[in-house]
Structures are given as structure tokens and as C-alpha cells.
């Protein structure tokens, strides 16, 4: 029997239990899963060199963990809902035994391809059936898979695909989201001129949009799958075989390849899925995130299926045909769990709402939350506009590196407190250091939010740089997991996140580096350089602003202005775009020639007279000259 908490003191003593024995409390929680051969130690390693382990010496393989496991019991209970895009197309819907098929027949055709454990396989697909099927597919032989976001441009599949020496592509012909064309499979070419180590391209089609076929690269998914054996033999795999790599940005460098190994991540995401959403058996769950963020990863394919539930996948997005299209499959569906981002939540407050006004919705019996902070008045609309004044709503905290939800309210369970991500979960030790690195004893506090134990679910490293993750995660507070954010702590010790204290960015939940943005905007060839901060946004969050610096001949600014935002759609993705874009002669600067994004962040607030410490500031008249254009082209705030 899966370890379900179902009381606010069977709480407290498991989270208890969880920090006295680690060992023994996720040796407990392991035991629902099936094991080809049992671990001989639960946990191992530590933060000093981040070689933690968890179930060594156990052999599994987590494709079987989701499908197999549950064919016995619920072969022909749903797995997979699909809705596309067009509400008009047929949708599908896959039961566990159709989805086991499904799954095997596509490792046998991985296979066939020359695709074995531990080779990458890349996938860039729209959020379609065969996106899980090629994820579990690629986990039951043991292939590592890298899902790249359907939104992300060549240049940054590219990039994945050369870090993570991917072997094969699986991507489609082309989608529509809403009513504008993605032409996936011309993206996919272009990156591919860049790399050299994939062979093989399978494509779904989707979209029957015209493409290119290379000779004896490309081929058709349909036509391999008819032909390929029903019967594939789960690899077996090492508790700590590399299951995915999943790139993140971070505040320096390009995106980090963070990999996620097997055991661990399977017991973690099992274990979260079932406690936080509080699942009954044959609920329908409707993640809204794409498998292409670890959302996705976590809670669309591996937490649900690894608990026989019934997952919706939906292609398209929220506002197509009208803002009502995500009401209307709540009640196709009987969906009873929603899990989304303060970022759509805002969205359909915005638009008004009167799309509510068909809706029943009466099926949902929890909302939960992710990606970014949600504001109280958010959160209250969710409440009550959604969940009608009876849904728990959970909001959870976590991230690509944790691999699971770390702090959330388990629904119904732990008490709920707007814009509160709430207590820890069983295992999950929060620590609240000050600008000192020393950690806070006091319950009521606020600093930078560390973790101060491994757990099952954490990400063991980031590909093919062992050292940079040392650095980056465990180096600044030695024997802490630095997250990156800050938060706040009540007198109830329920936490608050107040967003990242590095240069990491979240505009519409999607995580962005400032530095992989400045260097999109520098490669511009009348851009000298440029610096990169937000404004808060009323719904996505933050919103992205560029100040470019160029030389002085340039003199069609507007001009200079719009190519910089479609250089940064065009090189990272869509979801990457500044919102505006300033042409300037120079930033601020320290005197050792450190660019004070400070002042300029307080500059598009409005501020001019208290800019902070600007002791060190060396060039005070470009502070004036920004003041003065701003002035006259003032920052957008809608
Ligand atoms: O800043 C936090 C924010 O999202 C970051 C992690 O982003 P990513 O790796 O893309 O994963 C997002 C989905 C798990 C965190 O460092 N974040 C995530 N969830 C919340 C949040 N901020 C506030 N409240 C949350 N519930």
C-alpha cells in the first residue's frame, strides 16, 4: 500500500519520523514499488562533493513502475486523455493496457534504430500522445531523454542537442497552437545543420504542413511503429542509471543540462503526487504545464502514472477558440484536480469573467499551483471563481533541480494560506539563512531559502559538469542545497517565496537567465552591450526590459529597438521576448566596470531620487541621460 497521509497529526509524525530516520521513512515509502532487486543501502554521499545516492544497488526500471505494475488491476482504466488543439478534431484516450502497448512498441522501434542504454535521445514535440509515449519509451530501454519545449527556437534545440550529444531527434511535422502554425520539423533542420551527433530523425505527423525528408536521416514514426514488436523487455536499470536531462536556466552561461537519475526521482514523484493532490483512485488530473518543464516531467507523466491515475493532456492553449475553451474540458473531462500557474490563473482573471458563466466546474475538488508566486488577489479569484469556496488550493514550491514539490500544503490535509507555499514535505529540510550564511533559529524570519538534506528526487548533477554544479548549488552555504530563492517564514512556520535572488527570471512562469539573454541581445552587430532586468507584471509576473548600448552612428533607435526583441524570440524562443527595449549611450557602472542593474531596475520603477549605495558608481551622467529618456519614453507597465 502506498504511504498516504491523511491527517494533520499523521503529518507531523511522519514529517517527524522523516527527519529522525530518513533511512527508514523512504525505505517505507519505496516499498509500494516494484523492484526487480531490492537496495542494499537507502541513502549515501552528501553535499560536500553532491555525491548523494539514494537505494543503492537496487535494480528497476520505472517504465514498468507505471505500466506494467498496474496492468493486472487497471488495464482498462484510462491512462491518457488527450484534447487537441481544435475542438472540432477528435480527441484520444489511451487505457493503461493500450498506453503499456503503445510504450513498447516504441521501445522496440528505439531499439531497431540502434538506440540502447544510456544513449540521449532528444524529443521536440507538441504536447500529443506520442510526447509520453516517447518519454516512457526512451525509460524502458534505458535511454536518457532530453524533452525540449515545443516553444524553444532552433538555436536553443540546437544548443540542447549538442550538450547532451543526442542521438536521435523525435519531433512533428508541424502543430497549430490556437491558430498560428508552429513549423516544428523546419526548426528541427535548421538546428540540426549545427549538430553533428544525431543519426536519426523520426517524425510524427501531425500537421501534414509540407517538410523536407533527409534521405537516410529522416523517417516517419507511423510507418516504423506498425511494424515494430508489441513485445519490448524493460532494460534493467541501476537506482542511479541517468533517467533525463532537462536544461534549466541559470544565472550565468548558457542553460545547465540538470540530470535526474531513476530510483530516487520514481519514489519522490510517486510519493508527492499521490500525498500533495491528495489523488483518489479514477480522479482525472489535468497538469497544464508541457512535458517540455520539469512540471511536466513530474506531473504529467512519471507522479500520475506511477499511481495508476488518469491524466488529461491538452495541446492547445487557453484562449483558443475563446477563454472559455479550459471550463468547457474541465466539464468534458469530469476533471477533478487542476494544477496550473499563477500566470493562466491571472490571465482568465483579466479577461473577464463572464467566460465562467457556462462553466459547472462542479467535478474539481482540488487547484493547485506552480512556477512563480501567486499574489493574494489571484489566489482568491482561483478560490472562489474555480474552486467555487471548497477546493484546497495547493501551492507548491519547487524546481527543475528538486525534482519533486519540496513545500506545498498536501491537500485538505495541511492547512491552505493564500500565497503561502506552506510547510515542508516529509523529508524536505528547510533552512532560512541571513546575508551572513548563518542559518535563522527564529521561527518568524526572512532570507535566502536552503535545503539542508538530500532527498530522494534531488538531481544528481548537471551533464557532462560535475564541478559547476558543486558550485553553484553547494558552495555558497557549505552543506546547504542553495535554491536560489528567497522567502519568508511565519509564526506558524508556513513560507512564503519571494521570488530568486540571482539572475534568474520567471516571466510567465518560464525560467530565464539574464545572462543568456544579454548574450542573445550582444550578437547583435550594433549592439556593444546590454544589461537586462524586470518590472513586475500584472499577469506575467515579470515583465522583460533591454538596455542596449550601441555606437553612436546607429541612429534609427526604433529600429534598433525591434530587431533586439526579435533577435531574442528568434534565439531562445517566443516565451523570451523583452517587452520593451531602450537604446542607450552607456550603463551604470561600478568603478571595477560591473554593470549596476540596481539602478537601473529602480530607474523603470520610477525612481530618481533614492537609488541606493551609489558610492561606487562611476559614470553619474549616464544615470541622468537614462532618467531623461525614460522621461520621455516612459516604461510599460501593462
Ligand atoms: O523561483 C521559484 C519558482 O520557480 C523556480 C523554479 O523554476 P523551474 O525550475 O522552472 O521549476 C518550476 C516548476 C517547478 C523556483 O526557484 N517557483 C516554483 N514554484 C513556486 C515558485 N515560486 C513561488 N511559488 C511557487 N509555488
Request: charged share 20%; proline share 5%.
Amino acid at each position: 500500500m502506498a504511504l498516504r497521509i491523511t491527517s494533520l497529526q499523521e503529518y507531523h509524525r511522519l514529517y517527524e519520523q522523516s527527519l529522525r530516520d530518513p533511512d527508514a521513512f523512504w525505505a517505507e515509502v519505496a516499498s509500494d514499488f516494484h523492484w526487480q532487486q531490492p537496495w542494499t543501502k537507502v541513502s549515501e554521499g552528501g553535499f560536500a562533493r553532491a555525491d548523494f545516492r539514494w537505494f543503492s544497488g537496487a535494480r528497476l526500471n520505472i517504465s514498468e513502475n507505471c505500466l506494467d505494475r498496474h496492468l493486472k488491476s487497471f488495464g482498462s482504466r484510462t491512462a491518457l486523455i488527450w484534447e487537441p488543439n481544435d475542438p472540432n478534431e477528435i480527441n484520444r484516450t489511451f487505457t493503461y493496457r493500450q498506453l503499456y502497448e503503445e510504450v513498447c512498441r516504441c521501445g522496440s522501434m528505439l531499439r531497431q534504430m540502434g538506440i540502447g542504454k544510456g544513449d540521449t535521445v532528444c524529443i521536440y514535440l507538441p504536447m500529443i500522445p506520442e510526447l509520453v509515449i516517447s518519454v516512457l519509451a526512451c525509460a524502458r530501454i534505458g535511454a536518457v531523454h532530453s524533452v525540449v519545449f515545443g516553444g524553444f527556437s532552433s538555436q536553443s534545440l540546437a544548443d540542447r542537442i549538442r550538450d547532451s550529444q543526442s542521438k536521435l531527434l523525435i519531433t512533428a511535422d508541424g502543430y497549430f497552437r490556437g491558430n498560428k502554425p508552429v513549423y516544428l520539423k523546419q526548426m528541427a533542420d535548421e538546428a540540426l545543420e549545427q549538430c553533428t551527433s544525431v543519426k536519426h530523425v523520426l517524425v510524427v505527423n501531425r500537421s501534414n504542413f509540407p517538410i523536407a525528408i533527409h534521405a537516410g536521416r529522416d523517417s516517419y514514426w507511423d510507418q516504423h511503429m506498425a511494424k515494430s514488436s508489441p513485445v519490448c523487455e524493460a532494460e534493467s536499470m541501476d537506482a542511479e542509471d541517468p533517467l533525463f536531462i532537462l536544461y534549466t536556466s541559470g544565472s550565468t552561461g548558457k542553460p545547465k543540462g540538470l540530470l535526474h537519475t531513476t530510483a530516487g526521482y520514481m519514489v519522490y514523484t510517486g510519493f508527492t503526487f499521490l500525498n500533495v493532490f491528495q489523488y483518489r483512485e479514477n480522479e482525472v488530473f489535468w497538469c497544464t504545464a508541457d512535458v517540455g518543464w520539469i512540471t511536466g516531467h513530474s506531473y504529467v507523466v512519471y507522479g500520475p502514472l506511477l499511481n495508476a491515475a488518469t491524466v488529461l493532456i491538452f495541446e492547445g492553449v487557453p484562449q483558443y477558440p475563446t477563454w472559455s475553451r479550459w471550463w468547457e474540458i474541465i466539464d468534458k473531462y469530469q476533471v477533478n484536480i487542476l494544477y496550473t500557474a499563477p500566470t493562466a490563473i491571472r490571465s482568465f482573471e483579466a479577461h473577464g469573467d463572464h467566460h465562467l458563466q457556462q462553466a459547472s466546474l462542479r467535478t474539481l475538488r482540488v487547484l493547485g499551483s506552480v512556477g512563480e508566486p501567486i499574489n493574494e488577489e489571484a489566489w482568491h479569484w482561483y478560490y472562489e471563481k474555480i474552486g467555487k469556496g471548497n477546493c484546497p488550493i495547493v501551492d507548491t514550491w519547487w524546481q527543475t533541480e528538486t525534482g519533486g514539490i519540496a513545500l506545498s500544503a498536501l491537500a485538505g490535509v495541511t492547512p491552505h494560506k493564500p500565497a503561502h507555499v506552506g510547510w515542508p514535505l516529509p523529508g524536505i529540510v528547510p533552512v532560512v539563512m541571513d546575508e551572513n550564511g548563518n542559518a535563522v533559529t527564529d521561527t518568524q524570519t526572512e532570507g535566502s531559502l536552503c535545503l539542508a538534506r538530500s532527498w530522494p528526487g534531488q538531481a544528481r548533477s548537471i551533464y557532462g559538469d560535475h564541478e559547476r554544479f558543486i558550485q553553484t548549488y553547494f558552495s555558497r552555504f557549505p552543506g546547504f542545497y542553495f535554491t536560489g530563492d528567497g522567502c519568508r517564514r511565519d509564526a506558524q512556520g508556513y513560507y512564503r517565496i519571494t521570488g530568486r535572488i540571482d539572475d534568474v527570471i520567471k516571466v510567465s512562469g518560464h525560467r530565464l537567465g539574464t545572462a543568456e539573454l544579454e548574450n542573445a541581445i550582444n550578437q547583435h552587430p550594433d549592439v556593444v552591450e546590454s544589461a537586462v532586468v524586470t518590472l513586475p507584471h500584472p499577469i506575467t509576473g515579470e515583465s522583460i526590459v533591454a538596455f542596449v548600448v550601441s555606437p553612436d552612428e546607429v541612429t534609427d533607435r526604433n529600429k534598433l529597438e525591434k530587431e533586439v526583441m526579435d533577435l531574442v524570440a528568434r534565439t531562445i524562443g517566443p516565451i523570451a521576448r523583452p517587452r520593451q527595449v531602450f537604446a542607450v549611450s552607456g550603463l551604470p557602472k561600478t568603478r571595477s566596470g560591473k554593470i549596476m542593474r540596481r539602478i537601473l531596475r529602480r530607474l523603470i520603477q520610477g525612481e530618481r531620487q533614492d537609488l541606493g549605495d551609489s558610492s561606487t558608481l562611476l559614470n553619474p551622467e549616464i544615470v541622468d541621460e537614462i532618467a531623461k529618456l525614460l522621461e520621455h519614453q516612459p516604461v510599460r507597465t501593462d
